[in-house]
């Protein structure tokens, strides 16, 4: 997951120009720009009722085996999910999300990404302990290379989320909504988290030495 605005002042005006979220000052205070966001750390969440708040990437009662994903098909019946999707709907914000082609020693990262200058906003729940983000089938856009894709929320689909359980909002995004790049390999490491994870794959390639 990738949430890149260098200023947290944007993403709470795109936050705002959205929902009218307003965002405490210790979540504004805590914010960085991540550029390879894995399960289990920190990051933004907009609770019912509008709320800005941090939570932990991973949701369930053991630490060690966190859920991060939930399918949308099964979440209103699942009876781990079941009592979050009535009581504690999130939304997650975000600026795109990583798959992968190729096998091993050959994983090469797809940038999925929202237009420059747009957030886009996943479907999540959340416990005590963290959140997870709501998946659906993959759309024509991400299905070459993945069958899932987090379920993302679309004009005032957003706010009825949070107002209300209603599975039927949990959909693909429509075809083309989403930008698709290749980027570097830096981005297969969580220990890598900067903007380099987005440079393109040929950056990767070693440069060969001019002899003299």
Known sequence: MTLTPRDFAEVAELLGLTLGVEAPPEVAASYKPRFNLPPTDPHLIVET????A?????FGRDPKKPQI???AETIAKNGLFKRAFHESRCLIPADGF????GGAGKRRPIWFHAQPGQLLLFAGI???NGFCVITTPANDDVAPVHDRMPAILLGDA???WLRTPDASLLQPAPKKHLV???????ANSVANDDEACLA?????EPRQLRLV
């Not at 009722?49 to 800005?52: A, F, P, W, Y």
């Not at 990583?98 to 082609?101: C, F, K």
């Not at 393109?200 to 990767?204: A, F, L, V, Y």
């Open 98 to 101: 990583y798959e992968w082609t």
């Open 158 to 160: 957003a706010e009825r």
């Open 180 to 186: 698709v790049t290749p980027v570097s390999s830096r």
């Open 49 to 52: 009722g509008k709320k800005l």
């Open 200 to 204: 393109s794959p040929e950056d990767d």
């Open 69 to 71: 994903n939930a399918r």
């Open 126 to 128: 959340r416990d005590e």
């Open 54 to 58: 941090v939570a932990r990437w991973g």
